[in-house]
């Protein structure tokens, strides 16, 4: 089956140090890649993505995430973190075959910015 | 400003009742997407549409109905028969192509009284 994973549910990082926030997928073929953030109340937001291409992807607010075929992995980076950074962060992956129009959501991780 | 809206940002529903939210988007997207947000389960997927007048299945449709008579609109109702319905609800949409970022709702919050 088709599948997402984040396995930590909440990652803490000082201000100012860098963070990673973890993704493995289990989706055939070569699927389209995203993060999305989620700030309390709100719908999610679209930060990144990948297609095809460089393995390093850079995206909004400062946030990059790295491809990695052979572990099936697009984790999220960010080399200095912000109080402003916290929220709730999804990865998320489509299939490719046409005629699929499912996206695939993992189950979140909360990011806290400790000042 | 283009974008989704949803409404209400709040709802109540009382036992035995069926409730709509409301969606509406003036991107000219074609697809359109209902998911449901619990915590600690991400978003879970109940119907999509790709084009007007043609819809389906998620992959927790049971309880909920949709339509889509307006490319910009794509109204889900919660029946009667969605027996645990509180739950966060986020439309979305897209220009419909696999490679194509979705555009998020701010969200519907259901409650049952």
């Known amino acids: 089956a088709q599948s997402v994973a984040q396995p930590e549910d909440q990652v803490n990082v000082a201000e100012g140090n860098p963070l990673t926030v973890k993704c493995t997928y289990s989706?055939?073929?070569?699927?389209?890649l995203f993060w999305y953030v989620q700030y309390p109340n709100r719908g999610l937001q679209f930060l990144l993505k990948y297609i095809t291409g460089d393995n390093l992807v850079k995206g909004s607010y400062g946030f990059e995430a790295e491809f990695n075929k052979s572990q099936t992995s697009f984790h999220l980076k960010k080399p200095s973190a912000l109080v402003s950074d916290s929220a709730l962060y999804f990865c998320?992956?489509?299939?490719?075959?046409?005629?699929?129009?499912?996206?695939?959501f993992g189950t979140g991780t909360r990011l806290k910015v400790l000042a | 400003d283009g974008g989704i809206t949803q409404s209400p940002k709040y709802l109540f529903r009382k036992e035995g009742q069926n409730v709509t939210l409301s969606c509406e988007q003036n991107?000219?997207?074609?697809?359109m997407y209902w998911y449901r947000q619990d915590p600690g389960q991400g978003l879970r997927l109940i119907y999509y549409s790709q084009i007007v007048n043609d819809f389906q299945k998620g992959d927790i449709a049971e309880g909920y109905s949709v339509s889509r008579e307006k490319k910009e609109s794509f109204p889900l109702t919660v029946t009667s028969a969605q027996k645990n319905p509180t739950a966060f609800y986020l439309c979305a949409s897209s220009i419909g192509q696999a490679n194509e970022k979705l555009f998020f709702g701010s969200g519907t919050q259901l409650s049952v009284l």
């Open positions: 989706v055939s073929g070569n699927p389209y």
């Open positions: 998320a992956v489509r299939d490719r075959r046409s005629g699929t129009y499912k996206y695939i």
């Open positions: 991107l000219n997207h074609d697809a």
